[in-house]
């Protein structure tokens, strides 16, 4: 910081040390790798943006309506870290399809999330 001479400089840094979950965290594959939703038996990926898109939106769903939106939530950040399946139940079904459709009137839908309120909307057993 440039001043007066004499001046005492502010230096407002802040050491974060790097822990194993950080590190894995932020590598490569964890930004690229898709999250796998099964739905009814089928299975169906959508990319990392996709899944953000949907984490923000369920945390706007109102928790007396939508009771199962932060635990979809939270089922969707770790297939997103795991690399794991995300299977929905009933409850997770309908939160995720009011999450895509928030997602839609907000911003329109990206082809991924497009074929997941297909699949949510002619599942074998409709979320309706």
């Known amino acids: 910081m440039r001043g007066k001479t004499g001046s005492p400089r502010i230096d407002h840094r802040e050491s974060v040390g790097i822990s194993p979950q950080r590190r894995d965290d932020w590598s490569f594959a964890y930004h690229v790798r898709p999250v796998v939703l099964e739905i009814g038996g089928r299975r169906l990926t959508i990319s990392p943006h996709e899944t953000q898109l949907l984490i923000g939106e369920l945390g706007r769903l109102p928790r007396a309506r939508h009771r199962a939106a932060e635990q979809t939530a939270v089922e969707l950040m770790h297939g997103l870290a795991a690399g794991a399946a995300v299977v929905l139940d009933d409850d997770g079904r309908r939160c995720t399809l009011r999450a ?10 990206t082809s991924g999330l497009a074929r997941l309120r297909e699949q949510l909307l ?3 057993e409709p979320v309706l």
């Open 100 to 109: 895509v459709e928030g997602v839609r009137d907000r911003r329109g839908l």
């Open 122 to 124: 002619h599942a074998p």
